[in-house]
């Protein structure tokens, strides 16, 4: 008899029936092996897995296409498997457990055949971390397993983790045939256990990023009583050196990765990244709350990324050290052998192959890098990364942000009254969609804590449980709402954006030091304009008025969709929740009544 990791690894070998089984040990030499199979022996869609790009200009940089079905995470195929649908909740996608075992079974019969299986042991988190949790995915895909490296703590000390214990978190992935009719993404939250079969994009494919850090461990964290989110993690430095830690929930491709490593145009402010996506957030032991980040590289959305809007990510993705850095599905200049997207350079390249492999030119009337492109890089490649990344005991969160993309009706920064008010803040928020899933685009979707696609359980009880937090903690950190996206009448952005969002971190950082003070309108407490350090810009007249600027009927219509899209929950909404409703809407009438 082997250990329990040993025989669930037989066990699902049995099942695949993959031609040979290999053990990952995470080393760097492992790692050049891993790419050399994917430039000379691994194959999909008939060409390899990987191509060397420009080793000058793009040191240990590899380009990978995913198949042309397989480019986005696919939320109707993605499943919740509870033992019953009221746990899985109104906005999860469910399916008994035992019938969704039984037809996972019969896709991923054999579907190794002729291919290896990587046994890829990880730790999500440091290994000396309380917070860490140690797992193990098994997939036939190089480009998962070079990937994993990237993003996580992949090697022996996981093993030594699990030693002959069944407490790790599995996850059984296969790129199958591909076949979107044949695609699925399931989890069972009782048994810790992801099965993830016909797609090898990365939020389907590497399970350890959404799959295991938002879904699962929600669920584990509503039990255990922490929070799993999608947020990023930084350090904000004031010039007389003191620290303060912020944690921050967007939707994806609204912003976070540029916020997370963003350059401050503000002398003696500097931002420190910890993490640009995934926060387990853990009450300490002295009350406070407590953030690590449990990846270790960015899966960002390449489209947009430039010296422009982002050099710390450039500069990342150029450090070339023992990792390798993996563009995928970015088109590809021709002349020069370098990944290619829209916004890298002012100009188009004359001779470009799209995301796809084939020949471009501007008159195909598409994208030569497909929008959801992507890049997969070490966090430890980061100029900005903060010392504290590898604290086993995260770092003290002072302000939460909640942020999203919205032309109109949100202002650009506000407060919560306090905790309560926040998590409805969180609750209620929506964001105009983006090419990061598979759904139409700039549509407003109610998207709570950005975490509707990746909770794991009721989002009803998760309202509940941020709740329940804020009460365990004697000083709960301060909710923020951000919106950098606002437009006026003629489409223009109000806010300057990108580096410039400093300028509301500083003042976000000094309403936690108690160093400013704000005015209140209907939605929360806003910045007294002199309080914001514009120093330096050209701001047009009248728009600063505009960015906290109260619409009542666009209120009107905001407190409508709010209300539909909490009724779906019946009953098991916290009334918290309605309070904080019916507050707001006496709040906008009043409003409306001193402007008489």
């Given at each position: 008899?082997g250990?329990?990791?040993?025989?669930?690894?037989?066990?699902?070998?049995?099942?695949?029936?993959?031609?040979?089984i290999y053990?990952?040990?995470?080393?760097?030499?492992?790692?050049?092996?891993?790419?050399?199979?994917?430039?000379?022996?691994?194959?999909?869609?008939?060409?390899?897995?990987?191509?060397?790009?420009?080793q000058?200009?793009?040191?240990?940089?590899?380009?990978?296409?995913?198949?042309?079905?397989?480019?986005?995470?696919?939320?109707?195929?993605?499943?919740?498997?509870?033992?019953?649908?009221?746990?899985?909740?109104?906005?999860?996608?469910?399916?008994?457990?035992?019938?969704?075992k039984?037809?996972?079974?019969?896709?991923?019969?054999?579907?190794?055949?002729?291919?290896?299986?990587?046994?890829?042991?990880?730790?999500?988190?440091?290994?000396?971390?309380?917070?860490?949790?140690?797992?193990?995915q098994?997939?036939?895909?190089?480009?998962v397993?070079?990937?994993?490296?990237?993003?996580?703590?992949?090697?022996?000390?996981?093993?030594?983790?699990?030693?002959n214990?069944?407490?790790?978190?599995?996850?059984?992935?296969?790129?199958?045939?591909?076949?979107?009719?044949?695609?699925?993404?399931?989890?069972?939250?009782?048994?810790?256990?992801?099965?993830?079969?016909?797609?090898?994009?990365?939020?389907?494919?590497l399970?350890?990023?959404?799959?295991?850090?938002?879904?699962?461990?929600?669920?584990?964290?509503?039990?255990?009583?922490?929070?799993?989110?999608?947020?990023?993690?930084?350090?904000?430095?004031a010039?007389?050196?003191?620290?303060?830690?912020i944690?921050?929930?967007?939707?994806?491709?609204?912003?976070?990765?540029?916020?997370?490593?963003?350059e401050?145009?503000?002398?003696g402010?500097?931002?420190?990244?910890?993490?640009?996506?995934?926060?387990?957030?853990?009450?300490?032991?002295?009350?406070?709350?407590?953030?690590?980040?449990?990846?270790?590289?960015?899966?960002?959305?390449?489209?947009g990324?430039?010296?422009?809007?982002?050099?710390?990510?450039?500069?990342?993705?150029?450090?070339?050290?023992?990792?390798?850095?993996?563009?995928?599905?970015?088109?590809?200049?021709?002349?020069t052998?370098?990944?290619?997207?829209?916004?890298?350079t002012?100009?188009?390249?004359?001779?470009?192959?799209?995301?796809?492999?084939?020949?471009?030119?501007l008159?195909?009337?598409?994208?030569?890098?497909?929008?959801?492109?992507?890049?997969?890089?070490?966090?430890y490649?980061?100029?900005?990364?903060?010392?504290?990344?590898?604290?086993?005991?995260g770092?003290?969160?002072?302000?939460?942000?909640?942020?999203?993309?919205?032309?109109?009706?949100?202002?650009?920064?506000?407060?919560s009254?306090?905790?309560?008010?926040?998590?409805?803040?969180?609750?209620?928020?929506a964001?105009?969609?983006?090419?990061?899933?598979?759904?139409?685009?700039?549509?407003?979707?109610?998207?709570?804590?950005?975490m509707?696609?990746?909770?794991?359980y009721?989002m009803?009880?998760?309202?509940?449980?941020?709740?329940?937090?804020?009460?365990?903690?004697?000083?709960?950190?301060?909710?923020?709402?951000?919106?950098?996206?606002?437009?006026?009448?003629?489409?223009?952005?109000?806010?300057?954006?990108?580096?410039?969002?400093?300028?509301?971190?500083?003042?976000?950082?000094?309403?936690?030091?108690?160093?400013?003070?704000?005015?209140?309108?209907?939605?929360?407490?806003?910045?007294h304009?002199?309080?914001?350090?514009?120093?330096?810009?050209?701001?047009?007249?009248?728009?600063?008025e505009?960015?906290?600027?109260?619409?009542?009927?666009?209120?009107?219509?905001?407190l409508?969709?709010?209300?539909?899209?909490?009724?779906?929950?019946?009953?098991?909404?916290?009334?918290?929740?309605?309070?904080?409703?019916h507050a707001?809407?006496?709040?906008?009438?009043?409003?409306?009544?001193?402007?008489?």
């Amino acid at each position: 008899m082997g250990t329990p990791l040993e025989e669930w690894v037989e066990e699902q070998a049995r099942l695949t029936q993959p031609e040979r089984i290999y053990w990952c040990d995470g080393s760097e030499e492992e790692a050049h092996r891993l790419i050399e199979i994917g430039l000379k022996e691994e194959k999909l869609c008939g060409r390899p897995v990987f191509h060397e790009l420009n080793q000058k200009l793009w040191p240990n940089s590899y380009l990978h296409r995913s198949h042309p079905t397989d480019v986005a995470r696919t939320e109707h195929l993605t499943f919740v498997c509870h033992p019953d649908r009221e746990t899985a909740g109104p906005t999860n996608n469910w399916m008994d457990p035992k019938e969704a075992k039984e037809l996972l079974t019969n896709l991923t019969k054999g579907c190794m055949k002729g291919r290896t299986m990587y046994v890829l042991p990880y730790m999500m988190g440091h290994p000396n971390s309380p917070y860490a949790r140690a797992c193990v995915q098994l997939t036939d895909s190089v480009y998962v397993a070079v990937s994993m490296r990237i993003m996580t703590r992949m090697g022996k000390q996981a093993l030594e983790r699990i030693g002959n214990s069944e407490d790790f978190v599995r996850g059984l992935h296969s790129i199958g045939d591909l076949d979107p009719n044949r695609r699925f993404i399931m989890h069972f939250p009782d048994e810790n256990l992801v099965w993830s079969i016909g797609s090898g994009y990365g939020g389907n494919a590497l399970l350890g990023k959404k799959c295991f850090s938002l879904r699962i461990a929600s669920w584990l964290g509503y039990h255990q009583g922490w929070l799993a989110e999608h947020m990023i993690i930084i350090g904000i430095e004031a010039p007389e050196g003191d620290i303060t830690y912020i944690a921050a929930a967007f939707p994806s491709a609204c912003g976070k990765t540029n916020l997370a490593m963003l350059e401050s145009p503000l002398t003696g402010y500097k931002v420190w990244t910890l993490g640009d996506d995934i926060a387990w957030l853990n009450i300490g032991h002295d009350g406070r709350l407590y953030a690590i980040n449990p990846e270790t590289g960015f899966f960002g959305v390449a489209p947009g990324t430039s010296e422009k809007t982002n050099p710390n990510m450039m500069r990342t993705l150029k450090a070339g050290t023992f990792y390798p850095t993996l563009f995928t599905n970015t088109a590809l200049n021709v002349e020069t052998n370098e990944p290619w997207w829209d916004g890298l350079t002012e100009t188009v390249p004359s001779r470009l192959l799209d995301w796809q492999g084939r020949p471009w030119d501007l008159s195909f009337g598409e994208k030569a890098a497909h929008p959801n492109s992507r890049f997969t890089v070490s966090i430890y490649q980061c100029p900005t990364l903060s010392p504290e990344f590898d604290n086993p005991k995260g770092v003290p969160i002072s302000a939460i942000i909640f942020g999203a993309r919205r032309s109109a009706t949100v202002p650009l920064v506000y407060e919560s009254f306090n905790w309560q008010h926040g998590v409805f803040i969180g609750a209620s928020m929506a964001s105009e969609t983006t090419p990061a899933a598979v759904h139409q685009v700039g549509v407003l979707r109610r998207d709570p804590m950005a975490m509707l696609p990746f909770c794991g359980y009721n989002m009803a009880d998760y309202f509940r449980h941020w709740l329940e937090m804020g009460r365990r903690m004697p000083n709960p950190p301060k909710i923020f709402f951000v919106n950098w996206f606002r437009k006026d009448e003629s489409g223009e952005f109000l806010w300057l954006g990108f580096s410039e969002n400093m300028r509301v971190l500083k003042w976000i950082v000094e309403r936690v030091k108690g160093k400013v003070g704000s005015r209140e309108i209907p939605v929360g407490f806003v910045p007294h304009l002199e309080d914001l350090d514009l120093e330096g810009l050209k701001i047009p007249n009248g728009h600063l008025e505009k960015l906290f600027a109260v619409n009542y009927d666009e209120w009107q219509t905001e407190l409508e969709d709010i209300r539909k899209f909490f009724e779906q929950f019946g009953d098991r909404l916290p009334t918290e929740l309605w309070q904080e409703y019916h507050a707001l809407k006496k709040r906008l009438e009043r409003l409306v009544r001193c402007s008489m």
